[in-house]
């Protein structure tokens, strides 16, 4: 969490199949989607949501170690 920013990161590797930034991004759309869906139907993050926090998914190459995506989910994005 980032007090700074008012927002809870979330980081992941990508590994096998998925360490592939062709494959990633013809996914993006669909992927991005699902992302903000998970946020939105998650009983887990009400407290965060309540308060408005920012919601950030960085994914790593485990290979080349660089950042493939990355996804911002602000209060407007996530509330209905």
């Known amino acids: 969490y980032s007090v700074k ?3 809870l990161c979330y ?3 990508m590994s096998q199949d ?3 930034q062709e494959a990633i991004n013809k996914g993006k759309a669909k992927f991005r989607e699902a992302l903000k ?3 939105i139907n998650s009983l887990d993050l ?4 309540d308060r ?3 919601f950030r998914y960085i994914y790593i190459s485990k290979t080349s170690k ?3 995506l990355e996804e911002v989910y ?3 994005d996530y509330s209905r």
């Open 5 to 7: 920013q008012h927002a």
């Open 18 to 20: 998925f360490d592939n």
């Open 74 to 76: 602000t209060k407007k």
């Open 52 to 54: 408005g926090i920012i």
């Open 11 to 13: 980081y992941y590797t």
């Open 66 to 68: 660089k950042k493939l």
């Open 46 to 49: 009400k407290k965060f949501k």
């Open 37 to 39: 869906n998970q946020i």
